[in-house]
């Protein structure tokens, strides 16, 4: 899976799976992203105590896991601060990875997506290691190529702790077999993980992470105040330090859409067109269709939970010549930027 539009359209990627129909990365989230057809899926990873990479949105899993309910773990519930943000709950680098195996799937947002969570508490926690097999396993089932978008979170918090993710995502990668595979896309936040993996030779294609605000927290840990922010990043001088570093990147939607105070678009920006004059590539995330993830212009009746237009804010962004897009609904997605 190349970062190219040689497919004539944008790639399709199973953001955590299909987490709009099943707890997001669990067995189920990817088998049914695989089905629909993705492009690649991506999972999140975080380490564990004894160092094994687990497929996690975040290191504190209260929100995505039965860790609540089970009074063995009752007295690992703490408050730490991550990447200069308080979170009080069950962390993953305070469980082995057997301790973990035992935990159960729970979805994220149940308000907003109750037929999901009609699958909680029904599948176990997955290793990165587990959905390398997956993908690989439904790429010969399907006789085609089906990449892995990987996203590392939180590098330089868990490198405090002691737990160093590169060495990890390498031996996971290589001993999977992954690790010279043109279907490996690496992202991250923070761009220090990403140079160091890819000065350790890890063959691979590399996408920094921009959000619409805020400052990368490795470079705010190094520089303070001095770091550079997301918005200056996206800059015509921010992307042209980017250039020779990374293979591209992938923005928050709003990023493209610019929306206003009132959370109606005023965009599309010139940060694709700018992106691409530097042979960059260009993902963006997250497409979801409820309600409450649109922009004001395309939210429709029935609630936060409800379907709005979302097809038409789809196509703005597939229109404004986007590599790349992550969904939570593959089959929508599919729909609209694939067929």
Same mark, same amino acid.
């Given at each position: 899976m190349r970062l190219d539009r040689s497919l004539g359209r944008p790639l399709v990627i199973g953001h955590r799976g299909a987490p709009g129909y099943r707890p997001e990365h669990s067995r189920s989230s990817y088998d049914l992203a695989l089905a629909m057809g993705v492009d690649a899926v991506e999972p999140d990873v975080v380490p564990t105590r004894d160092g094994v990479l687990v497929v996690r949105h975040e290191n504190e899993i209260s929100g995505t896991t039965d860790v609540g309910t089970r009074p063995e773990f009752a007295d690992r519930r703490t408050t730490k601060t991550v990447d200069g943000t308080a979170l009080t709950g069950w962390f993953t680098e305070d469980f082995?990875?057997? /301790? #973990?195996?035992? +935990?159960?799937? &729970?979805? %994220?947002?149940?308000? *907003? &997506?109750?037929?999901?969570?009609?699958?909680?508490?029904?599948?176990? *926690?997955?290793?990165?290691?587990?959905?390398?097999?997956?993908?690989?396993?439904?790429?010969?089932?399907?006789? &085609?190529?089906? @990449?892995?978008?990987?996203? *590392?979170?939180?590098?330089?918090y868990f490198a405090g702790v002691g737990l160093d993710v590169v060495p990890l995502v390498q031996a996971d990668l290589r001993a999977s077999g992954w690790s010279d595979s043109p279907g490996v896309v690496i992202e991250a936040f923070e761009s220090t $993980? +990403?140079?160091?993996? %890819?000065?350790?030779? #890890? %063959?691979?294609?590399? $996408?920094?992470?921009? /959000?619409? @605000?805020?400052?990368?927290?490795? +470079?705010?840990?190094a520089h303070g105040d001095e770091a550079p922010t997301y918005r200056q990043t996206v800059q015509p001088a921010g992307l042209d330090a980017l250039v020779g570093r990374f293979d591209g990147i992938s923005v928050d939607k709003r990023v493209i859409l610019a929306p206003n105070k009132l959370g109606r678009m005023t965009g599309p920006t010139r940060v694709i067109d700018d992106a691409h004059a530097r042979g960059l590539k260009v993902f963006t995330w997250t497409c979801r269709p409820e309600n409450t993830f649109l922009v004001a212009d395309f939210r429709g009746k029935g609630g936060a939970a409800a379907l709005g237009d979302y097809e038409a804010e789809w196509r703005v962004i597939r229109a404004a010549g986007v590599d790349g897009v992550f969904v939570d609904h593959p089959d929508l997605g599919m729909d609209v930027f694939a067929r």
């Open positions: 082995t990875w057997a /301790e #973990l195996a035992t +935990l159960k799937c &729970r979805e %994220r947002l149940p308000k *907003i &997506r109750p037929a999901s969570a009609s699958f909680d508490d029904q599948q176990p *926690i997955l290793r990165l290691t587990d959905v390398l097999e997956l993908v690989r396993a439904a790429s010969a089932e399907q006789d &085609r190529e089906i @990449g892995v978008v990987l996203e *590392i979170k939180h590098a330089t $993980v +990403l140079e160091r993996l %890819r000065e350790g030779g #890890l %063959r691979a294609q590399y $996408v920094y992470l921009i /959000e619409a @605000g805020g400052r990368p927290w490795d +470079l705010v840990a």
